[in-house]
Each structure stands twice: as structure tokens, then as C-alpha cells.
């Protein structure tokens, strides 16, 4: 079966400082990956999404950026974080092309202070 | 980017009660997908739907895809302390679209 990891589960990090948070899949090959964010508890707002290897698409102009270094891992950066950037953030996956459920990791509360 | 409105945005009722919630959009979606998510925890998916119509039971909870296809409702029936939560739900406007989520759905269950 599948499954799907994040670390840290949870990151306090002063203003300007720089971020990585992880994920990874197992389970499954060239899985679709995605970054989302979440703020106090409602609204998912996707940040990032990648259907292979070194293959990222970014959703909105941000302080932040992913990378895919191998087919099952994510990874999301910053080089100076701000306030805003406080949050809950999701990676979830999904098969390919035509599977349509998304199955989201446990998530990352990043407190930016 | 196409929004999906969901109601109510929260509700509070006490245990044993029914809970009703929907979905809905101007737009036509090929699928609906609804998500529990806990306090602190990644979303969970319960039901998924793929055909117009198409009602679908998860034990105690039961979701409709719309005829129209611009809506979807998600029941639950005899509440219990553990479905507090936020429901979410999805949909994709084609096949392996993006996709698109609604607000949520915050649910306190008094015992």
C-alpha cells in the first residue's frame, strides 16, 4: 500500500530565516506530487504541483519554491521566510494522468516568527 | 481559478443528530470528492464520486454526486463525538485536472 511522509511535523523559524520541508512517497512510481497551504484550519490554496523528475508547476507568485530531486520526493524551500509564510502545509499525491483522488501526508505547522 | 462555494461553513448540533452539507458550482465537474480533515491532521478521503447521480455510502456517511453536475451533498447520519471536523469538499472539471476545493465545512458534535 501507499504512503506518504512529511517532516518536520512541526518548525518554529525566525523571520529571514531559510525553510526545507520534505516529503515522501512510497508505495508507488511516478506518482503526481503537490505542495499546499492552510491557513487557520480552512481552505487548502495549492502552491505547487509536479508530474515528474525536475517537472514543477507553480499556482501563484510566492516567497517560496519546490523541487523534485527524485521521483518520489518534494521538497519545499525558501531562502528568507517571511510572516506571512506561517502556516499549515500539506503535500499530497495522486497517480498519474486520469486518477483523480488525492491523498494528502499529515502536514508540516510552520510558525514563522 | 473556478471556486467551489460550500455550506454551511460551520455547523453545531448534538450527538444523534443528522448532518447535512453541500457543494455547489457554476461549472460542471466530472468528479466529487469529499475529505474529513481532524485538528492538526492531513485530510482524509471518505467518498469519491464519478458519475451524475451516483449516491455512494461510507457506513454512517452517504454522498450524491448532482444531476446537474454542478453539485454535490455529503450526509451524516447519527452523529457521534468523532466526526468533529472540517469537511472539505473537491472536484475536477476534467480528467487529471487540478483540483479545485471548497472552504470546508466545520463540525462540532455536542455529547
Known amino acids: 500500500s501507499q504512503t506518504i511522509h512529511q517532516w518536520p511535523a512541526t518548525l518554529v523559524q525566525p523571520v529571514g530565516s531559510p525553510l526545507s520541508l520534505e516529503c515522501t512517497v512510497e508505495?508507488?512510481?511516478?506518482?503526481?506530487l503537490y505542495w499546499y497551504r492552510q491557513a487557520a484550519g480552512r481552505g487548502l490554496q495549492l502552491l505547487f504541483y509536479?508530474?515528474?523528475?525536475?517537472?514543477i508547476s507553480s499556482e501563484v507568485p510566492q516567497n517560496l519554491s519546490a523541487s523534485r530531486p527524485q521521483d518520489r520526493q518534494f521538497i519545499l524551500s525558501s531562502k528568507k521566510l517571511l510572516l506571512s509564510d506561517s502556516g499549515f502545509y500539506l503535500c499530497?499525491?495522486?497517480?498519474?494522468?486520469?486518477?483523480?483522488?488525492?491523498?494528502f501526508g499529515p502536514g508540516t505547522r510552520l510558525t514563522v516568527l | 481559478g473556478q471556486q467551489l462555494n460550500q455550506s454551511p461553513q460551520s455547523m453545531f448540533i448534538q450527538e444523534g443528530e443528522d448532518v447535512s452539507m453541500n457543494c455547489t458550482s457554476s461549472?460542471?465537474?466530472?468528479?466529487w470528492l469529499w475529505y474529513k480533515q481532524d485538528p492538526g491532521e492531513g485530510p482524509v478521503l471518505l467518498i469519491a464520486?464519478?458519475?451524475?447521480?451516483e449516491l455512494t455510502s461510507n457506513g454512517r456517511l452517504t454522498a450524491q454526486f448532482g444531476i446537474t453536475r454542478k453539485d454535490s451533498f455529503l450526509n451524516i447520519s447519527a452523529s457521534i463525538p468523532s466526526d468533529v471536523g472540517i469537511y472539505f469538499c473537491?472536484?475536477?472539471?476534467?480528467?487529471?485536472?487540478?483540483?479545485?476545493f471548497g472552504e470546508g465545512t466545520q463540525l462540532t458534535v455536542n455529547p
Open positions: 499530497a499525491w495522486n497517480e498519474g494522468v486520469g486518477y483523480n483522488e488525492q491523498f
Open positions: 508505495g508507488t512510481s511516478n506518482p503526481n
Open positions: 473537491a472536484g475536477h472539471k476534467t480528467s487529471g485536472s487540478r483540483l479545485t
Open positions: 464520486l464519478y458519475k451524475a447521480g
Open positions: 509536479s508530474v515528474g523528475i525536475g517537472q
Open positions: 461549472s460542471i465537474f466530472n468528479t
